[in-house]
């Protein structure tokens, strides 16, 4: 009968906690299984040849040269079809789009380049541009003209000068966009507000990044892919963030081309870049592989993705494929309630693993049977198993310790001035910013203290409970003397441990975690001995002085 519980037990505990490791809900991630559910089917493809059909061949370029670093199926055929554009109107394959009037100013000022920046360059198509813009009725237009006066800036030369041309070409495409309505309205109104400023005197910094942003862009782009690109653009932000990123390398053009295409907002695109900068290129990247509704999934859970190597292994196995699917289904749709059943199947799971050692472990055949107390055990080993889901949650959660901080993208350029390497050491030292890692640690610390605490009382509990004299009572609670000071040991151990761990830069928890784990220890067992072993002691002294009288 034993023999059949234990097995029972393990059975059951070992089905739960499989169940749970296949749960792919967490905290702060999100599973890459959950956006295979979550796209569908990959639409690079589909959305190339979709802008073919609407005569935008730049933008269609772009999502192949993404679906060609991602290595999907379908690239020889959107390459094929782009070639037959290419063959069949050259000029609109190099202008990207139908647009008549950009169309006009490169039949009258011909030009051998595929992109934006070296049609700019040359003095007849921004003189062309310029009479255009001339002849707006738009306030906003008339304002970024003004613009062009400007005599004192930080970066670029004046238009007048010998070297304005950059300047004046950045003023007249920014122009250009605001005039043909290829700007959102929101980042609209902010260049419209930007340029203003700028004219009555006002600091040139932000117009002067915004400028540097659009020439990078163009210099990369045609028409027809820049202007794609800006449609999505909600705020000099989001500009300064999106470039940034997709003029880091050849491959991060496509992605962050592809990304914004299939986004609800640059916003929101932009935001992910900014959080996760180091593991951002290639979440975007897996979200854009799934499937359009992959990329808005992670975009709008503003989570890094995880990839589970013993998840994927189980998968690859036909008798955990569909179970895995299901899960993947749930976490998407329900993920708070999803983790909440991954929790509580590590508890339950580890609970019954915990009854099965139980069932192994022999009965003992000396009085100290005699003296075991019914539930005890039961009681300790619910103890344990909150201590197994403790460090699960801890450990077992990717990117649970890693700081959700926005990194800011500054423009490239610095302006001269005053500092001094010794303050910014100092201020290094002194930094007191209490860290995502710095809390996590302090969590940690406190439920373990808490835990042991908890099993030191059901040991106590037990000794009050046994069938045995008072004298007998104070030399097992002696003997149980090390249990009782072990959230000090352990409390001492934390401290050590982390300040190794900081030493070798390893993880970085800070003094205040270090230090916060022997405060804890000295806390919980002080309340400890003198709030019950210390009371309980007296009153078996008494009663054992009592029955010697």
Known sequence: MKKLKAITYFLLGSALLLIAVMTPAYLRSVDSGVLRIAG???????????????????PAHILFQSARFNALDGVKELEEALE??????????????????????????????????????ASNFRKSVLNHL???NRPGV??????RNLQSLNVFYPVASAGGQPFDSALLLIGLLYQEDH?????????????????????????EAMCLDILSLSKRMNWGQLTTFMQKIESVETLRTLTHHAMRSEEMLPRVFSSLRFAESGGLLAD???????????????GIVNGQEALRHLLQRQEPVFVSSTREWLR????????SAQLCKLTLRMPMFALLIKYLLYLFGSFFILRFLHQLKPEPEDASGQMQVDGIGFLRQQILALIFLVFVIVLGEPFLAQDSKKVENTPSWRFPVMQSAVTDDVESIMETKITQITILALVLFFLVQVCIYALCLVKLKEIKKQDAHSGLKLRLLDNEENLFDSGLYLGLGGTVLSLVMLALGIVKPG??????????????????????????RRKLIVENETERA
């Open 40 to 58: 569908g089917k990959t639409e690079l493809i589909s959305e190339g040849f979709s802008l073919l059909r609407l005569e935008k061949p730049g």
């Open 84 to 121: 037959k554009y290419r063959s069949k109107d050259p000029k609109g394959f190099q202008q990207g789009n139908s647009d008549a009037l950009i169309k006009r100013f490169l039949d009258s000022n011909p030009s051998n380049s595929r992109f934006v920046l070296g049609w700019m360059v």
């Open 134 to 136: 001339e002849q707006s």
């Open 142 to 147: 008339q304002t970024i003209l003004k613009n």
């Open 183 to 207: 700007l959102s309205s929101e980042f609209g109104q902010q260049v419209e507000l930007l340029a203003a400023q700028v004219n009555l005197g006002k600091d040139t910094r932000h117009l």
């Open 272 to 286: 992910y870049l900014r959080r996760f900068p180091e593991t951002a290129p290639r979440d975007i990247q897996l």
């Open 316 to 323: 690859s196995h036909g008798l955990f494929n569909t179970p």
């Open 511 to 536: 003094l205040m975690a270090a230090y916060s784990s022997t405060l804890f220890g000295i806390i919980f067992v002080s309340a400890l001995k003198i709030f019950h072993v210390r009371p309980y």
